[in-house]
């Protein structure tokens, strides 16, 4: 199977979780919030390299959001057949849980959550209307993925769609197994599918921050350490000793910028004072003037 059509898409509200997790002390529901989100992108990252061992012929999208008639629904992995497309949702719970009236129950914590089996018939339900609408008409199968192996279910219903860890190798033999020939016209629905996709909800509820409240500097982009200043050229993380240039750095602290304050300015002194490690104005400068465009003159002037 080629690689994915569509990469996974990190939430802009765990993004920020993650860079306010570092910046400020969050508080016990946001921790909570934080821990969840990278939970269920675990999951869906596990499933990822499974789907992306598959050698039929199909064409994976990971991660779609999508809107039908003013309601958005999610779908965590979708694959393009030649006669049909597989919707799949994964969930990574942990634990022993109880079924009980279309409920699961942590049996330790007594932790409720609703049977996410009903919300996957509702996104096969919204994609196969969409589908139709987009003027397409395909078999669809949707399928309920528990890809955590620390999860067990006690009193599951019998239900062919819902998949336990223990299946999850099957169900990709399963996979492999389906005779499929694509064509140009699944192509053009797997663009088109990509071209809906909205990214991150448009009205979530995020923590309340002030850029005072924050810490400044630069933060490594996987062990989440502070960087510490080498030279004039590299940064050095003082957590895994991990080095990089400067650019980079200050890069990557400026889209970390914008996600955090969509509404700030992007100006030399800004990125200067959010990176803090760097000393140099002129440099930050530099690197803003090479990757963005400006807009306005002298101390007016901001990057966009």
């Not at 039929?56 to 999508?66: D, Y």
């Not at 049909?84 to 634990?95: A, H, P, R, S």
């Not at 395909?138 to 955590?148: D, K, Q």
């Not at 955090?260 to 803003?288: G, M, N, Q, Y």
């Amino acid at each position: 199977m080629p690689k994915p059509r569509k990469l996974r898409h990190i939430p802009k509200e765990l993004l920020i979780l993650r860079y306010l997790n570092i910046r400020m002390m969050l508080l016990d529901q946001d921790r909570k919030n934080l821990y969840n989100a990278e939970k269920g992108l675990e999951g869906e990252v596990k499933f990822d390299q499974l789907t992306e061992q598959l050698q039929s012929e199909g064409i994976v999208i990971n991660g779609l959001l999508l809107k039908l008639d003013n309601h958005f629904f999610q779908i965590d992995t979708v694959i393009i057949f030649q006669k049909t497309i597989y919707l799949f949702d994964v969930k990574n719970y942990e634990g022993d849980y109880q079924f009980e009236a279309k409920q699961l129950r942590h049996i330790k914590t007594g932790k409720i959550i609703k049977d996410p089996f009903i919300q996957l018939q509702r996104c096969e339900t919204m994609f196969r209307q969409l589908l139709q609408e987009l003027g397409y008409n395909f078999n669809v199968e949707a399928f309920l993925v528990y890809i955590n192996p620390m999860f067990t279910m006690y009193q599951a219903p019998l239900n062919p769609s819902v998949i336990f860890p223990s299946q999850v190798d099957r169900l990709m033999q399963q996979l492999n197994k389906v005779p499929s020939t694509l064509n140009g016209g699944h192509e053009k629905l797997a663009d088109l599918l990509i071209s809906l996709d909205l990214g991150d909800y448009p009205y979530t509820e995020q923590p309340k921050y002030e850029y005072n409240q924050l810490k400044k500097g630069v933060i490594h982009p996987c062990c989440y350490g502070f960087m510490e200043t080498v030279n004039y050229m590299r940064l050095r993380c003082h957590t895994c000793g991990y080095e990089e240039s400067v650019e980079s750095a200050v890069l990557r602290s400026v889209e970390e910028f914008k996600i955090l304050f969509p509404d700030r300015k992007i100006t030399t002194p800004a990125i200067h004072e959010w990176c803090k490690v760097v000393k140099s104005k002129r440099t930050i400068r530099r690197i803003l003037q090479k990757y963005y465009h400006p807009c306005g003159k002298g101390r007016y002037c901001y990057y966009e």
